[in-house]
Nanobody, 121 residues
Framework: QVQLVESGGGLAQAGGSLRLSCAAS????????MGWFRQAPGKERELVAK????????DYRDSVKGRFTISRDNAKNTVNLQMNDLKPEDTAVYYC??????????????WGQGTQVTVSS
């Protein structure tokens, strides 16, 4: 059983930056693909970025490419999401998630509780 705890959300102005962090415990972190998802009010949850277990592969949704960067530290059991040039449409609750399967885009096995990101125009 993997427990995930996010931190780093908050309020930012458009064009600003935030860095989300996720700390994992209770499992072998280096075996899992890590993903960041988000869900805005009235919308479905969507995959924002993911990173393979060894950091060899990353993938981003088109709307965040060039602005967001996902990274992980397997020695510290953490995964981060650096978000630059934030836009109001990035406003959402952001979730950290873990799964053994890199090719999944939904239904990850383990989830954090979420952290709110609000971007003002």
């Amino acid at each position: 059983q993997v427990q995930l705890v996010e931190s780093g959300g908050g309020l930012a102005q458009a064009g600003g930056s935030l860095r989300l962090s996720c700390a994992a415990s209770g499992g072998t972190f280096s075996r899992y693909v890590m993903g960041w998802f988000r869900q805005a009010p009235g919308k479905e949850r969507e995959l924002v970025a993911k990173i393979s277990a060894s950091s060899s592969y990353t993938d981003y949704r088109d709307s965040v490419k060039g602005r967001f960067t996902i990274s992980r530290d397997n020695a510290k059991n953490t995964v981060n999401l650096q978000m630059n040039d934030l836009k109001p449409e990035d406003t959402a609750v952001y979730y950290c998630a873990a799964d053994p399967n890199y090719y999944k885009r939904t239904s990850y096995a383990y989830w954090g509780q979420g952290t709110q990101v609000t971007v003002s125009s």
